[in-house]
């Protein structure tokens, strides 16, 4: 398999074109084939951040591509030295991917599986929609309390680290994925009645919004929120491409 060949892998799995369509829309990304070496892959290494831990792990386990959420590349370059992960894949030989909002977006995307982890089955409405995906959902839960449902939550993303604000019964859940705790978020939580907010990144007047607003807040690292998802596409991706593969899971963000 050639790196352009895993991207049509990835593509049929989270279209490239979601990616476009959210750019359009007036968000920022930089997903697709970010460096290719032209070499057959005979390894790929999942990562969500390509860091040189990442890149490190990747030597290890003979791994000659690098399958990342986070663009590798995310602002225009001028220049790379020494302690660039870029630079040091392309030393190495080592492909780079990078599949960031398609993948969020995308069904069976990391914002689909973020719902999934804390107990929902199905989205009632969705925040952000672009055609083959769509950002931000809510849904109902089972009935609980706050701290049941904060133990269950990081429990099934692995998470070591969490804020919490407010109290009570939850039972409808409004959740983004990433850095998706915006002005936004907050009215779309209100307008479907849900009594929970979960995301990452919360600015301070952002949770105050919430609060006044009569929201529960959940805030787990940016890593955690994120990590679930992708291990699940990397688990499908790795076996469809029938190359060895690993994913490696930076516990230092958890």
Not at 68 to 91: K, M, Q, W, Y
Not at 141 to 170: H, I, M, N, Q
Not at 191 to 206: N, P
Request: with cysteine; charged share 20%; hydrophobic share 40%.
């Amino acid at each position: 398999m050639l790196p352009k060949q895993l991207y049509e892998l990835v593509d049929a799995y989270a279209p490239f074109s979601i990616s476009r369509a959210f750019m359009a829309m007036g968000h920022r990304d930089n997903s697709g084939l970010l460096v290719d070496c032209g070499e057959e892959i005979h390894g790929i290494l999942f990562s969500l951040d390509l860091s040189s831990a990442a890149v490190d792990e990747a030597k290890k386990h003979n791994c000659n591509c690098i399958v990342t959420h986070h663009p590798a590349i995310f602002f225009p370059i001028s220049n790379l030295g020494e302690g660039d992960s870029v630079l040091a894949c392309a030393r190495a030989g080592i492909s780079v991917l990078s599949a960031h909002l398609n993948l969020d977006a995308a069904k069976e995307g990391i914002d689909e599986e973020l719902m999934h982890a804390l107990g929902g089955k199905e989205a009632l409405a969705t925040m952000e929609e672009v055609e083959g995906g769509g950002y931000g959902r809510v849904y109902d839960v089972e009935p609980r309390s706050l701290s049941s449902f904060v133990w269950a939550a990081k429990r099934r993303l692995g998470a070591e680290r969490v804020l919490t604000y407010g109290d009570g019964k939850v039972e409808r859940v409004a959740s983004f994925c990433g850095a998706g705790f915006d002005g936004n978020a907050v009215a779309f939580a209100k307008k479907h009645g849900a009594d929970m907010l979960v995301s990452s990144d919360g600015a301070h007047h952002r949770i105050l919004e919430a609060i006044e607003q009569g929201l529960n807040v959940v805030l787990f690292t940016h890593y955690s929120a994120e990590n679930y998802g992708f291990t699940r596409f990397a688990e499908k991706i790795g076996t469809q491409a029938g190359v060895p593969f690993t994913v490696f899971t930076d516990e230092r963000f958890l």
